[in-house]
């Protein structure tokens, strides 16, 4: 499966003056998409005054870029604004070397337009998705009849656009498009769905294109544009999605403040908080510090004044263009080894997983952590959990409060008996969550309904009153609920960038 990076004109840093795309840089993308969007007159002739699209990026030849049609410009009107022969000389004559016809987003929704500095709302009613799913086949009909029978335009690949609003709507426009003859269909308008949405469309194309594909003996290529959500990406290889384009990993270095890391040891995608690491905004508030990066960008970008590179550093268009750079990098070089297929995702550290403390303590003199120090089957089993899922594990104590798996403490003897040692134990954790966070999510596991009480108001306390989950109320059995819980966050926190 091929990663397509979705770029705009903007999307550069300076180095001695010179704008400098991620391509001068490194080649951490499989091909290039520049919308039709983000062309306008003036960038048209001078790409034409260039040469191409390629030499007035300074894109090497053999680097494939793509283009969409802009539909989301229009999304607006009634109909497209352009005719399929203008798209595709537009595509041809900027040295494109793949495009789609004029297609019409079809999805019932609503949002606001600025139109000459006016806010306007506009609305797609189920019957205006309906018209134009209609339209957005006869144009794919229309333009077909310019094609060769490998679906080119003099040199050019030209997809074919599924839309639709439901999984049997795109099935439809599949089925429509196969029989126009295209030999590359791109599934549009899904980057406006839920994660269960596309699985489900997914599932239902991908199924009668795989079908079809054996049956014709045909390699049809499917593209998934603006799509690169990556709980999905295990699915997409698995149903045979040829490519996927998006801009979602440039975008997490100033959406969230992300920088990614690459562990090659685990094959794991860490996303750090780069605000927390800012020595222009905070101490180093994190221990240990960000890990070094050996990124073409980390190396080849440059370092601030006091010798920090750009991208570990927040605030400021280059700084975060660069850690965007350096995001794209670090994801590329995750997926190209596979990994994005493992049965994982990472939490790392930023979920915090905690039980109660047990009566029967080992017999040792000196500090250990929380988990050495309670003879436990829960104890035991939780915190096997949540070191395989990389979130942070730690035990309540009736004496000391929240104990991190990193801390150390001392045997001692000691119980919840009145409504005044829960107060305490509220103000101790509390503090401790405050202390220790942001979190993402905290999940306490256990039964004690004392310990619950005290738990769940040091969450609300400290903020996290909805973002706290209670499990294990009746068994241990709740324990395999508990590492699906934690996947199912570690999917859901990665795709938040999206
Ligand atoms: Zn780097």
New binding site residues.
Partial sequence: MRFIYAFTPRDYVLINGEKTYLWNIAKAFDGLLLSRAYVNGKLERAMKDAGSVKKYFKIPENVEVVSDSGAFTWKHYDKPPIKPIELLRYYHENGFDAGVHPDHICRPMKFTVSENGEKKRYEITPEDAKERFRISLELAEETARFLDENSTYKGVKIYGVAQGWNPETYLDCVKELLKMGYKYIALGGLALATTAEVTRTLKVAMNYINTYRSEHKEKIEIHLLGVGRPSLLPLMEELKVSSFDTAAWLRSAWIRGVWLYHNRATGQLLSLDVKLFDPHKHEYRRDPPLPR?D?P??RDVGVDEDGVVW?RRYYGNQRNMSRGF?NL??FYEWFKAGNHLKNFQPLNGRVLVATHCAEKKRGVKEAAPPQELYISLRIRKVYEVARRCRATFAVVSAKYGLVLEDERITPYDQTIKSGHDIDRLVKLISTKLMEKGPWDWLIYFGSSRKYITAFFSAAVAAGYGDKTIVLGRNTLGELDKLERILIRLGNHLLDEYF
């Fill in positions: 990066c990124c960008v980390c991208t350096h990098c670090v």
